[in-house]
């Protein structure tokens, strides 16, 4: 995982997020380093760890939810692509204090730093 600086108002909107999933945090949220465009969080819940992602400000709800679907478009014929999870309304996205959220299950592995990846790894 990665660095410890989440805020309060991150919190705040993590607890609505995940409420909107019909999970609670049972620990604190950590941020996931290696992400460029978005804010990643590391989520421990009743459920087990969740990886909540907040999308930048310029990617519409529309965009996100059609990348959601390729996703789980491709999960769904065995490929390894990891699917949003659903919330209790059918949706993939959250939206809180004008920002988008989404839920994925948690996989533990390593972050690549952007522009780190060798061909070897690719």
């Not at 950590?30 to 992602?53: C, I, K, M, Q, Y």
């Not at 939810?65 to 990891?82: K, L, M, N, S």
């Not at 839920?103 to 690719?122: C, M, S, Y």
């Amino acid at each position: 995982m990665g660095a410890t600086m989440v805020t309060q108002s991150d919190i705040a909107s993590l607890d609505l997020v995940l409420a909107e999933y019909d999970l609670s945090r049972i620990d604190e949220p950590s941020e996931v380093s290696g992400g460029t465009l978005n804010s990643n969080f590391h989520v421990l819940t009743e459920d087990g760890p969740v990886f909540a992602r907040r999308y930048r400000p310029d990617l519409n709800r529309d965009h996100i939810q059609h990348e959601h679907a390729v996703t789980r478009w491709i999960a769904d014929r065995g490929a390894p692509a990891i699917a949003p999870r659903v919330g209790s309304d059918g949706e993939s996205v959250v939206e809180v204090d004008g920002r988008i959220w989404a839920l994925f299950p948690w996989v533990d592995g390593r972050q690549h730093v952007r522009g780190n990846l060798t061909p070897g790894e690719a």
